[in-house]
């Protein structure tokens, strides 16, 4: 198994060159390696089916509503985790490959599809929850597109990486299982899903003034 600053520098080169001082991606990355040491002989195409498994089954709860909508919050963010831990078990002990590469990108674009999923389930309008997800969507969209014509770098990280997404898509529904007694759960995934849109927006825009940049090279 490297170790964590190997493990972060190879992280960065498998994505275009994307940095890690961000102390959010730093910290989520930091944690995913601490939970991939133990497990090292795991393969990681476990992790990566498990993800998705978990991520789809947080729909279920949140349909549930009530007190439900908190286990549907856990699953959410340990998806998040397993998909992390995919890529440490994968770059960690020398077993990434393009194809598992590719298949992590499929599979997140996924989860993120069955986020929005849980947010509507939970009582978010369906147009937000589409708008929550495609925003999920866009800034890898946009980042593949520019690869293909030729862009190696990731360009900036934005507001709205990876984590984000799961951190706010799993916040709000806890936030919204909390509340529940009150009457409020759906105003709650409501707000974090406009929330999560707003956010999602901002990075669009920071990411294509970077990407806008490197084209222009």
Do not use: K, N
Not at 38 to 64: I, M
């Amino acid at each position: 198994m490297l170790s964590r600053e190997d493990y972060l520098a190879a992280w960065s080169r498998w994505h275009g060159g994307a940095g890690t001082e961000s102390p959010l991606v730093r910290g989520w990355l930091s944690l995913a390696y601490a939970l991939a040491r133990p497990l090292a002989g795991l393969p990681p195409v476990a992790a990566t089916a498990l993800g998705l498994l978990v991520a789809s089954a947080a729909v279920a709860p949140a349909a549930a509503g009530g007190r439900w909508l908190l286990a549907a919050g856990v699953l959410v963010g340990l998806s998040g985790l397993l998909d992390s831990l995919d890529g440490a078990l994968a770059i960690g002990t020398g077993r990434a490959s393009r194809r598992g590469f590719v298949l992590d990108s499929v599979v997140d674009r996924l989860t993120e599809a069955a986020y929005a999923g849980a947010l509507w389930a939970a009582g978010a309008p369906g147009w937000l929850a589409v708008v929550f997800g495609a925003l999920c969507w866009l800034p890898d969209y946009l980042r593949a597109r520019a690869g293909q014509a030729g862009v190696r770098e990731t360009g900036a990280l934005s507001v709205w990486e990876r984590p984000t997404r799961v951190i706010m898509t799993g916040l709000t529904l806890v936030g919204a299982g909390v509340v529940s007694g009150l009457d409020g759960a759906d105003l709650v995934v409501t707000a974090g899903t406009a929330a999560g849109a707003v956010l999602g927006a901002v990075g669009v825009v920071q990411l294509g003034v970077s990407l806008r940049r490197m084209l222009a090279d």
